[in-house]
């Protein structure tokens, strides 16, 4: 490469190497095979020269292996954030496209429909999105249409539509948390249906303490169910389970997250916290920590980078994970603390 002053290393795994004298310092490997010699001069005559194309590939291969540090300014001023550009792979769309119709056509010919279900939709790239939405799209005017049913967050309609337009036209259904009375059927009933009663209060307990989130709902009841003896779950098995099922869930979902934050990173997530659950304005997070919504720009972007918050909708912010805003009440005086480190 033009412009090197300092010493070549030049790879070569074969026995011999072309064009090098007895002033090069060879480099051997265990079995005693020259690997690369280093040299003080040119790249010899003999080896082939590295083309513009080799060349932006081992940048490019490099760059990506390089840090993507975020700096944080002084005078609560923000952050700055490097980020690396998002390839995508349009080579990928016609085989995919191609192989999902193949798919469906033989399923036709043995009388069978094609259905396609996908959980986290919202994580899927746009290179994997269109040929699967496109092919979809397309089976709708033939004999054998594609089913596609998909899982994801709130943002889901808005990524679906960066992939195809046209996907506006789609059915979306919002799944809220259970209520009360629907966690603690999720308990009672298969309970019951075992041969295994569950005393009111115990229900009343696990119900409220999995906050209607059906994941901690499994959660509850399973340690619940592991606990008990006999022929009922007792109050006593209820409170007995609580607090370590309380602490496997906040360490796996919220406490490793929010341990990755910064101060001002942690100021936001406390006053979008202390506005309530689900969706709430950018500008109300903002009026809470005393600042204006344009300084929230770089401490936005960040925490939806670290999975904490969604971006549900226009000037609208949310957690990722359904009641973070429990966990972050419940450690309050703790995340205060390490906000303030900054002030």
Known sequence: MRGWSMPQAIHYPGDDWPGTTTDDDPRLGRDGRVLYFVSDRSMPVKAPPLTLTQTQEALQRALEQLPLPSYQLPHHMGAIALNAPTVEAPQFEAPMAEALGQLSETAHRHGKLLALLVDEVQDADL??????????????????????????????????????TYTERWLFF??????????????????????????????DLLATE??????????????????????????SDARAVVAGVRAVLENGFYRERFERLTPRELRFAIALAGLGPGAQQLRGVAASMQTDSASLGSARTQLIKKEIIIVPGPGLVEFRIP?????????????????????
């Open 210 to 235: 999995s906050g209607g989130y059906p994941f901690f709902v499994q959660e509850y009841a399973k340690a619940a169910w592991d606990q008990h003896r006999g022929k009922q779950i007792t109050m």
């Open 127 to 164: 290179s994997t999105l269109r040929p699967l939405i496109t092919v979809v799209h397309q089976s709708a005017a033939t004999a054998h249409p594609i089913l596609f049913a998909c899982a994801g967050l709130p943002g889901t309609p808005a990524r679906l539509h960066e992939a195809r």
């Open 174 to 203: 919002h799944l809220a948390l259970l209520t009360q009375a629907q966690a603690v059927d999720a308990i009672r009933l298969p309970a019951e249906e075992l041969g295994v009663s569950v005393e009111r209060d115990a229900l």
């Open 323 to 343: 009641l973070t805003d429990r966990y972050v009440a419940n450690h309050l005086q703790q995340l205060e603390q390490r906000a303030r480190l900054s002030r």
